[in-house]
């Protein structure tokens, strides 16, 4: 079973950026993919990034060009920066930990875009 904890979150102005986290508990090496999730009251949850095991990337088309998806082995731990930060990306951001059973998600880190 692997634990994420998701941090970084917050309060920004328009134009502002973020950097959140997903600390594992356990290796990241050999998972499928990690991805970024984000959701708004009322809505689905989406695909923001998403980083594969070979180190493909793929953005959710609202983010590509602002947001960049990383990870890092030694520290079990995903990033997304969040750069050029709009009112439209507040939401509760998720991590997900994909492997070839069962899926892992955070419990999600509020960020809030002022205009």
């Known amino acids: 079973q692997v634990q994420l904890v998701e941090s970084g979150g917050g309060l920004v102005q328009a134009g502002g950026s973020l950097r959140l986290s997903c600390a594992a508990s356990s290796s990241i090496s050999s998972l499928y993919y990690m991805g970024w999730y984000r959701q708004t009251p009322g809505k689905q949850r989406d695909l923001v990034a998403r980083?594969?095991?070979?180190?493909?990337?793929n953005y959710a088309d609202s983010v590509k060009g602002r947001f960049t998806i990383s990870r890092d082995y030694a520290k079990n731990t995903m990033y997304l920066q969040m750069n050029s930060l709009k009112p439209e990306d507040t939401a509760v951001y998720y991590c997900?930990?994909?492997?070839?059973?069962?899926?892992?998600w955070g419990q999600g880190t509020q960020v809030t875009v002022s205009s």
């Open positions: 997900r930990a994909a492997t070839f059973g069962p899926d892992y």
């Open positions: 980083i594969f095991g070979g180190g493909g990337t």
